[in-house]
Structures are given as C-alpha cells and as structure tokens.
Nanobody
Framework: QVQLVESGGGLVQPGGSLRLSCTPS????????MGWYRQAPGKQRELVVT???????NYADSVKGRFTISRDTAKNTVYLQMNSLKPEDTAVYYC???????????????WGQGTQVTVSS
C-alpha cells in the first residue's frame, strides 16, 4: 500500500515560516504529479500547488510569491516552504501524488494523513 507521510506542521505567528515535508513509501520517481492541498474548517479542500515530474509548477494565486514547492529526489521528499504566513493560511495541509497502477491499468490518487498549520499571534 502506497503511503505519503507528511511532517512539519505547527503553530507559527503571522509573517513566520514553516516547511512541510512529504515522503512517499515508494520511489518519488514512480509519481507523475505531486502537490499540496489544504482544507480550512468549514471549507472545501483546495489546491495549494502542484509539481510535475518534469518540475513544472502550478500555484494557487493566494500563495504565489510566498510558498515554494520543491522535489529532492536524493531524499525522496517533496517540500513546501511557506513564508510570510497569514492567518488565512491556517488549515490542514495534505500531500497528494498520483501514479499509474499497472495492475489496475489506471492512474491512482494518493493522499497523506494531513498536517495542521495554524497561523496565529
């Protein structure tokens, strides 16, 4: 069973920074796109940023210029560097990755368990 293990959430003051990490149980090379989504209380889950296997990124307008996604293939980890955090960034952040399952003949979406990010003074 493929797992995505996240870490790095916590409580930070407005204007502060956090770095989230996501490590899949399999090789990062087996994934097509990977990314981060978030869900605030009472709201739907929304895209934060995705990165393709070729390194192309797609950021939500609300985080452009503040958040940066990166892939470290040597550490088999995807990172989300979050700077200039705002209270409205408070949410549970989920790592996502999709890859083709040869047995099923289909692309499967995988999700991490989520990590809480709280921005508050």
């Amino acid at each position: 069973q493929v797992q995505l293990v996240e870490s790095g959430g916590g409580l930070v003051q407005p204007g502060g920074s956090l770095r989230l990490s996501c490590t899949p149980s399999g090789s990062i090379f087996s994934f097509n796109d990977m990314g981060w989504y978030r869900q605030a209380p009472g709201k739907q889950r929304e895209l934060v940023v995705t990165i393709t296997s070729g390194g192309r990124t797609n950021y939500a307008d609300s985080v452009k210029g503040r958040f940066t996604i990166s892939r470290d293939t040597a550490k088999n980890t995807v990172y989300l560097q979050m700077n200039s955090l705002k209270p409205e960034d408070t949410a549970v952040y989920y790592c996502n990755g999709d890859r083709f399952d040869t047995k099923l003949g289909a692309t499967i979406d995988y999700w991490g368990q989520g990590t809480q990010v709280t921005v508050s003074s």
